[in-house]
């Protein structure tokens, strides 16, 4: 489902937003707004203490949904909505101890109870059979993170437990905007695509439309997190600071 509504969409800019902030409420108008505007999935990020993959604009967001007194059973009380509501793949990026406080089984079986797509898990183990078997037995993608620095038989190892879409890590380090994007994304992009038969989408660092026009030019999609969150963060109208964030990377 989310392969091929990548390639169905005009648009190949995934957004990712942090679930609760401000509120799970304006969460769900932003999903909403978004899946109006044309996106071909929406990345929902669940808040977590200790975020390590993540730069300073999404720890800030986390800490913020998590002091406005984030749950993950308020999250489940919506998704339902949002994902019937949306008509576009919903994903959820999160950490792994958040699935383990009530187990991993039941966790993902009330993601997809719900209506969720796929989930990314940013801080796996390195043999993520296991997860990935669950998560297939449930009808859930896993999207894997492929690290610019991956070797051929890791990132061979990788996809053989990955679907939905690969996400290409476009520079090493945490997430978050950079002025400029590595000279050799190109050369990146290609060598997954050599390994892959899902779509490569590539994310980290990316802010500018310009770096997405550079990277569609090679890849099948684009992630767009930190841009986006900071401007629902930074706004009293969340709702129209991201979709006109969002619009602007598209246009």
Not at 36 to 50: N, T, V, Y
Not at 131 to 137: A, G, I, K, P, T
């Amino acid at each position: 489902m989310i392969a091929e509504s990548i390639a169905k969409s005009s648009q190949k800019v995934i957004p990712y937003i942090t679930a609760g902030l401000p509120d799970l409420e304006t969460t769900g108008q932003i999903v909403d707004a978004i899946a109006r505007a044309g996106a071909p999935a929406i990345e929902i990020g669940i808040p977590f203490s200790d975020p390590t993959a993540d730069g300073p604009v999404l720890q800030e967001a986390s800490h913020l949904a998590l002091k406005a007194g984030f749950t993950m059973d308020a999250l489940f009380s919506r998704l339902s909505e949002w994902c019937s509501s949306s008509h576009i793949p919903i994903i959820v990026m999160t950490y792994i101890n958040p699935l383990l406080r009530k187990g991993m089984r039941k966790t993902l079986r009330r993601f997809k109870d719900c209506g969720i797509s796929g989930i990314i898990i940013p801080d796996l183990p390195r043999d993520a059979s296991g997860v990935y078997n669950l998560c297939s037995s449930r009808g859930l993608a896993l999207i894997r993170l492929l690290a610019p620095t991956t070797k051929r038989e890791r990132a061979k190892e990788i996809l053989g437990q990955c679907s939905g879409f690969v996400y290409a890590v476009s520079v090493a380090g945490v997430t978050g905007p950079r002025d400029d994007l590595p000279d050799g994304l190109e050369s990146q992009v290609r060598f997954i695509k050599g390994l892959a038969n899902i779509p490569v989408c590539v994310g980290f660092g990316v802010s500018r439309k310009s770096q997405v026009d550079r990277i569609l030019k090679i890849a099948d999609g684009v992630i767009v997190g930190s841009y986006l969150v900071k401007g629902i963060m930074h706004s009293h109208d969340p709702v129209n600071a991201v979709t006109s964030a969002y619009q602007d990377l598209v246009e």
